[in-house]
């Protein structure tokens, strides 16, 4: 089965804040990991959080961490056109399937 | 930023022959390779991490004399597939760390290719 888990599709409206959620397995990361990913090129580092961290932000993006429960999610606040794409939660390793983000004006 | 590029970008095989991807990062020394296969709507599945100068390391239940990974320098790692056949047509993905941190990455981060389309008929 799959370590890491996310929902395939998301679509907001530009202005809104986007919610994604992953679930994962491994405990033991020191890291977990949010990619972005746009048509035709590759994954790149978003963001990420110390696994000791509860949340961090960053400009727009609120990354929340709840061990306990091994759950992950990446808030996008105020949402734009460019927001589109697919984001990978991570842990070390392990990639979920990647949540498609749509746009919609 | 860590750049790292893949070659060919698409590839078209007959089933048989072997086809050669190359992995290269282009301003960082990369200490540790990986290869991912990635499936439509699937997760990336690791194959293989590569060091350079060693032996790959693979994933359970990936075949490492069908899928051939060379690392032989800091900025170079391949990956053959050999004797293609159309299960094999996927979306190949090669990703870099510095494990070092001397040139960059200094939490595990991976640099990843824009990724290999092959195709084998």
């Known amino acids: 089965g799959e370590d890491v888990e996310q929902s395939l599709f998301l679509s907001v409206r530009e202005g809104d804040s986007s919610v994604i959620n992953c679930t994962y397995t491994d405990s033991s990361s020191t890291y977990l990991y949010w990619y972005k990913q746009e048509p035709g090129a590759g994954l790149q580092l978003l963001t990420y959080?110390?696994?000791?961290?509860d949340m961090k932000q960053d400009q727009r993006l609120t990354v929340l961490l709840n061990k306990k429960d091994k759950h992950l999610s990446l808030r996008i606040a105020d949402t734009q056109t460019g927001d589109s794409a697919i984001y990978f939660c991570a842990e070390n390793l392990s990639f979920g399937a990647g949540t498609t983000v749509t746009v919609r004006a | 930023g860590a750049v790292v590029s893949q070659h060919p970008s698409r590839v078209i095989c007959k089933s048989g022959t072997s086809v050669k991807i190359e992995c290269r990062s282009l301003d960082f020394q990369a200490t540790t390779m990986f290869w991912y296969r990635q499936f439509p709507k699937k997760s990336l599945m690791l194959m293989a991490t590569s060091n350079e100068g060693s032996k790959a390391t693979y994933e359970q239940g990936v075949e490492k004399d069908k899928f051939l990974i060379n690392h032989a320098s800091l900025t170079l790692s391949t990956l053959t597939v050999t004797s293609a056949h159309p299960e094999d047509s996927s979306f190949y993905i090669c990703s870099a760390r510095d494990l070092s941190g001397k040139t960059v990455g200094s939490y595990n981060e991976q640099f990843f290719g824009p990724g290999t389309r092959l195709t084998v008929l």
């Open positions: 959080i110390f696994s000791n961290m």
